[in-house]
């Protein structure tokens, strides 16, 4: 088993930044991939970035250039800076640990509401 536990939401205003967290504990010598994930308002989850054990990030196309994920499996964290926040960026966004074997865990979710 995996726990996952994000932070760093909150309420910011248009072209604001913010930086969130996501600390796994448990079986993390298994984590291979951690992800963000995100879910607006009547929408279906969305995939935003992930990064592997490897050091390799994957960014959602269209948040290119205001998205940047960082890992450090060592202390079982990954981040993810948001800048230049936009309204449509409002969303609970998750994480989420792929390990090997094939499962996902996810956390509860941090609220971003970006909004003046």
């Known amino acids: 088993q995996v726990q996952l536990e994000e932070s760093g939401g909150g309420l910011v205003q248009p072209g604001g930044s913010l930086r969130l967290s996501c600390v796994a504990s448990?079986?993390?010598?298994?984590?291979?991939?951690m992800d963000w994930y995100r879910q607006a308002p009547e929408k279906q989850r969305e995939f935003v970035a992930r990064v592997n054990r490897d050091g390799v990030t994957t960014v959602r196309d269209s948040v290119k250039g205001r998205v940047t994920i960082s890992g450090d499996f060592a202390k079982n964290t990954v981040d993810l800076q948001m800048t230049a926040l936009k309204p449509e960026d409002t969303a609970v966004y998750y994480c989420?640990?792929?390990?090997?074997?094939?499962?996902?865990?996810w956390g509860q979710g941090t609220q971003v509401t970006v909004s003046s």
């Open positions: 989420r640990a792929f390990v090997f074997g094939g499962t996902y865990y």
């Open positions: 448990g079986r993390t010598f298994d984590i291979y991939t």
